[in-house]
């Protein structure tokens, strides 16, 4: 099957689950194609770099508008419910490191990761995940499965 006709299969999924960032990423990689413009693969790790570093812009932005005030953060930060969260963010950014790692020693599991969660979205009403949680995961029940095959 041609590269072509797998984005244009996930733009599809993409539509039919209704992931917006998945037909709009596939569409603009399909559009890049055509038009000859497309990066080439080396500058993968660049490009996944620059998601996080726009994700974090886009977690970190409602501190810089003034939507949280200081004042209830430092309030809530000694809530048990608040303890937990931040844990689990702990958690959640060790997960990612390790699906960073995954995603880019092996950058076809990417496609695996985005068919589970247009599938995930699609047949059972679930809501799409970010690659690098689903990544994160995936990593840790890899070296979980490491593990168990090596005892």
């Known amino acids: 099957m041609k590269s072509s006709s797998i984005i ?5 999924l993409g539509y039919l689950g209704k992931n917006h960032l998945i037909m709009i990423s596939s569409a603009a990689l399909m559009i890049l194609k055509i038009l000859g413009i497309l990066p080439q693969s080396s500058y993968q790790n660049v490009i996944l770099d620059l998601g996080i570093v726009l994700l974090v812009i886009g977690v970190l932005l409602p501190l810089c508008t003034g939507e949280f005030d200081t004042k209830q953060v430092y309030r809530s930060i000694f809530n048990i419910e608040v303890i937990v969260i931040f844990l689990v963010g702990i958690a959640s950014a060790v ?6 790692r995954l ?3 092996n950058p076809g599991t990417m496609i695996c990761l985005l068919m589970g969660s247009i599938a995930g979205s699609t047949f ?3 809501l799409p995940t ?9 990593a840790l029940l890899l070296n979980l499965v ?3 095959q090596n005892m």
């Not at 244009?8 to 599809?12: G, R």
């Open 124 to 126: 059972f009403k679930g």
């Open 103 to 105: 995603l880019k020693e």
């Open 146 to 148: 490491k593990k168990f």
């Open 95 to 100: 997960m990612a490191r390790d699906g960073v």
């Open 130 to 138: 970010g690659p690098l949680v689903a990544a994160g995961i995936a």
């Open 8 to 12: 244009f299969l996930i733009l599809a």
